[in-house]
């Protein structure tokens, strides 16, 4: 089963154009798959390495679905 959270964060504007930019020369990212990845591989550097988190950068990354 797969289960979404919704996060609301704020973030420097220089980085959201950073992103914009990005999304708009990548189509096929968006910004909820940025934002795994991204927080999922932070978690695994920063954290205690826990499986999940590895599954869901791998899959981000090579955009299958998050199980």
């Given amino acids: 089963m797969i289960s979404n959270i919704s ?3 704020e973030i420097p504007e220089d980085l ?3 992103l914009k930019g990005y999304l ?4 096929d990212w ?3 798959r ?3 990845a991204a927080l999922s591989l932070f978690l695994m550097q920063n954290g205690d390495c826990d499986r999940r988190a590895a599954r ?3 899959d ?3 955009n299958k679905a998050v199980r």
Wanted: proline share 5%; charged share 20%; aromatic share 14%.
């Fill in 56 to 58: 869901v950068y791998l």
């Fill in 34 to 36: 940025v934002f795994s």
């Fill in 7 to 9: 996060i609301l964060a």
């Fill in 30 to 32: 968006d910004q909820d």
């Fill in 16 to 18: 959201h154009e950073t």
């Fill in 24 to 27: 708009e020369s990548h189509p």
């Fill in 60 to 62: 981000t990354l090579f």
